[in-house]
């Protein structure tokens, strides 16, 4: 039985340190430990590369968008990357090729991550930003991408994602999330890099580039051999780009599955990084953020189990399972009224049970040999 509680209270340490340990010691090393970046003025060439399949409902307002930013027109260089779309979406990013659009055609659909290594071998900027077809930029957040490049130290930066108004329980779900994520990659960012990019806004330095395996997720493995190279990825909190949430749980669940199995896949090729012998503070922001909170779903269930064998032994244990049973009750009265309007007590255990469900589906599915190469867009699914 003292095996079983001392398994209980790892768990139940484990899974308090993942959600408000990590970032609680992150605020303490910002403050102890901070690494300003060198910020600069000068406007060295960027070329914008914009990755789509079927967007042929946001593509015209992207290419707008992406002409209108505050950025010197003779250094920025914009290339479409279309993933053998089917649909209009060559057709019109052809219409603003007089404006100085590229469009790079994949004669077959191999993925985004196959169409950026092809437009980085094209693209003529020093610098490179990586974005999504739905994702629009405020009129600076170029200039305030590139000016971290004057620090020699920086090799890539990451870009604020935010969500339009939320209307429906996902979508609110889903930005309370991101909130949450934002903050601890603010933090991460303070004491060296963050752990991984944002595919709707990052930028590297071209010189850093490595091509990538198709089923790598680019803007998780593009960061980390940048940062393996010894130079910084940080975060830029002013470099603002809005988009659409996925719009349901079903389809975000499914985006997070696909992201999970990729991020994995691509973790146990990179796994010289979780080393802290060789990458001190990120390798142990790296095993905090990304590989102890994808193995969570590992010691919520244990806990749980360990929590019902442990009823007999302790007052406290009954209190531990009352407080577990009525988040997963919560939990599952979202689930059953996924579809209408619901309060936050439920839609938020429902949430965090789903993208549980879905990191242990996409691990799973990694160890089964199943691969995300290509995918359609959430708003097409």
Same mark, same amino acid.
């Given at each position: 039985?003292?095996?079983?509680?001392?398994?209980?209270?790892?768990?139940?340490?484990?899974?308090?340190?993942?959600?408000?340990?990590? !970032?609680?010691?992150?605020?303490?090393?910002?403050?102890?430990?901070?690494? !300003?970046?060198?910020?600069?003025?000068?406007?060295?060439?960027?070329?914008? @590369?914009?990755?789509?399949?079927?967007?042929?409902?946001?593509?015209?307002?992207?290419?707008?968008?992406?002409?209108?930013?505050?950025?010197?027109?003779?250094?920025?260089?914009?290339?479409?990357?279309?993933?053998?779309?089917?649909?209009?979406?060559?057709?019109?990013?052809?219409?603003?090729?007089?404006?100085?659009? =590229?469009?790079?055609?994949?004669?077959?659909?191999?993925?985004?991550?196959?169409?950026?290594?092809?437009?980085?071998?094209?693209?003529?900027?020093?610098?490179?930003?990586?974005?999504?077809?739905?994702?629009?930029? /405020?009129?600076?957040? @170029?200039?305030?991408?590139? $000016?971290?490049?004057?620090?020699?130290?920086?090799?890539?930066? @990451?870009?604020?994602?935010?969500?339009?108004?939320?209307?429906?329980?996902?979508?609110?779900?889903?930005?309370?999330?991101?909130?949450?994520?934002?903050?601890?990659?603010?933090?991460?960012?303070?004491?060296?890099?963050?752990?991984?990019?944002?595919?709707? =806004?990052?930028?590297? +330095?071209?010189?850093?580039?490595?091509?990538?395996?198709?089923?790598?997720?680019?803007?998780?493995?593009?960061?980390?051999? =940048?940062?393996?190279?010894? +130079?910084?990825?940080?975060?830029?909190?002013? *470099?603002?780009? *809005?988009?659409?949430?996925?719009?349901?749980?079903?389809?975000?669940?499914? $985006?997070?599955?696909?992201?999970?199995?990729?991020?994995?896949?691509?973790?146990?090729?990179?796994?010289?990084?979780?080393?802290?012998?060789?990458?001190?503070?990120?390798?142990? *922001?790296?095993?905090?953020?990304?590989?102890?909170?994808?193995?969570? !779903?590992?010691?919520?269930?244990?806990?749980?189990?360990?929590?019902? *064998?442990?009823?007999?032994?302790?007052?406290?244990?009954?209190?531990?399972?009352?407080?577990?049973?009525?988040? &997963?009750?919560?939990?599952?009265? #979202?689930?059953?009224? $996924?579809? /209408?309007?619901?309060? !936050?007590?439920?839609?938020?255990?429902? &949430?965090?049970?789903?993208?549980?469900?879905?990191?242990? $589906? #996409?691990?799973?599915?990694?160890?089964?040999?199943?691969?995300?190469?290509?995918?359609?867009?959430?708003?097409?699914?």
């Amino acid at each position: 039985m003292i095996m079983i509680e001392v398994t209980f209270w790892a768990m139940a340490a484990l899974l308090i340190y993942i959600y408000a340990g990590y !970032p609680l010691l992150l605020t303490v090393f910002a403050k102890i430990r901070p690494r !300003p970046v060198e910020l600069g003025t000068s406007s060295p060439a960027v070329t914008l @590369v914009i990755s789509a399949f079927n967007e042929e409902d946001v593509i015209a307002e992207k290419l707008e968008n992406s002409l209108a930013v505050d950025y010197p027109h003779e250094k920025l260089e914009i290339i479409v990357v279309s993933d053998a779309s089917d649909d209009r979406t060559d057709e019109i990013v052809k219409t603003f090729m007089n404006q100085g659009v =590229i469009l790079l055609r994949m004669t077959d659909r191999g993925g985004k991550t196959l169409g950026l290594n092809e437009a980085v071998a094209k693209s003529s900027g020093e610098i490179l930003v990586f974005s999504d077809a739905n994702a629009m930029y /405020q009129t600076d957040s @170029v200039r305030m991408l590139v $000016r971290n490049f004057e620090d020699l130290h920086v090799g890539a930066v @990451v870009g604020e994602s935010t969500y339009e108004v939320s209307t429906t329980d996902a979508e609110k779900s889903e930005s309370a999330y991101w909130k949450y994520e934002t903050a601890i990659k603010r933090l991460e960012s303070e004491i060296g890099s963050t752990v991984g990019g944002d595919g709707a =806004i990052y930028a590297i +330095r071209k010189e850093l580039y490595q091509p990538m395996a198709a089923d790598a997720l680019s803007d998780f493995v593009n960061p980390l051999q =940048i940062v393996a190279q010894r +130079r910084r990825c940080i975060y830029e909190q002013h *470099a603002i780009s *809005a988009e659409e949430a996925a719009g349901s749980y079903a389809k975000e669940f499914r $985006r997070k599955i696909r992201i999970v199995n990729r991020a994995w896949r691509a973790m146990m090729s990179m796994k010289f990084m979780l080393n802290p012998f060789r990458f001190g503070l990120f390798a142990w *922001a790296l095993i905090s953020h990304k590989l102890l909170r994808w193995l969570a !779903p590992i010691f919520l269930f244990t806990a749980f189990v360990a929590n019902v *064998a442990l009823i007999g032994v302790h007052p406290i244990y009954i209190a531990t399972l009352v407080v577990q049973v009525s988040f &997963y009750g919560l939990a599952l009265l #979202g689930a059953a009224q $996924r579809e /209408q309007r619901i309060a !936050p007590i439920m839609y938020i255990p429902y &949430y965090f049970c789903l993208v549980n469900i879905a990191s242990a $589906r #996409g691990i799973f599915e990694a160890y089964r040999g199943k691969t995300y190469a290509t995918w359609s867009t959430a708003r097409a699914d």
